[in-house]
């Protein structure tokens, strides 16, 4: 059974990249445009990982980290950031917030791959 991932980036573009990168791993993908979209499509299944982006319309990635970890279903899911943010004081929000981990835009393929291996193998 294909563990699934979760996408939520503004950018098609990025989606597209991610969607193509875990498809060929062979992740089953669910993707959404921004933090709403994210949170309506976590709440109506179950994911293994979510990977967000922090800018968005709608909603950022942080309050969508803070609102899937509000969720029972959700207090272990891991969730990374994937996002052209690499201040310190932005990964510590995102620590705070309860992201599992951080990857910075442009994302290399592989590196994505063994990063979501490593959190849900």
Same mark, same amino acid.
């Given at each position: $059974?294909? #563990?699934?991932?979760?996408?939520?980036?503004?950018? /098609?573009?990025? %989606? *597209? $990249?991610?969607?193509?990168?875990?498809?060929?791993? @062979?992740y089953?993908?669910? +993707?959404?445009?921004?933090? $709403?979209? !994210?949170?309506? #499509?976590? #709440?109506?299944r @179950?994911?293994?990982?979510?990977l967000?982006? *922090?800018?968005?319309? %709608?909603?950022? @990635?942080?309050?969508?980290?803070?609102?899937? %970890?509000?969720?029972?279903?959700?207090?272990? &899911?891991?969730?990374? $950031?994937?996002?052209? +943010?690499?201040?310190? /004081?932005?990964?510590? *929000? !995102? %620590?705070?917030? @309860?992201?599992?981990?951080?990857? &910075?835009?442009?994302?290399?393929? *592989? #590196?994505?791959? +063994?990063?979501?291996?490593? &959190?849900? !193998?």
């Amino acid at each position: $059974m294909a #563990k699934t991932v979760l996408t939520v980036d503004d950018s /098609a573009s990025i %989606r *597209q $990249m991610v969607s193509f990168t875990l498809k060929s791993a @062979g992740y089953e993908v669910v +993707e959404a445009v921004d933090g $709403m979209d !994210g949170l309506d #499509k976590a #709440k109506s299944r @179950g994911c293994n990982l979510v990977l967000t982006d *922090q800018n968005m319309p %709608r909603m950022d @990635g942080l309050s969508l980290i803070k609102s899937l %970890r509000a969720m029972p279903q959700y207090r272990t &899911v891991p969730i990374l $950031m994937l996002t052209t +943010e690499s201040s310190d /004081a932005m990964k510590s *929000q !995102g %620590r705070a917030a @309860g992201a599992t981990g951080w990857l &910075v835009k442009p994302f290399d393929p *592989q #590196k994505l791959i +063994e990063v979501v291996k490593k &959190v849900i !193998g």
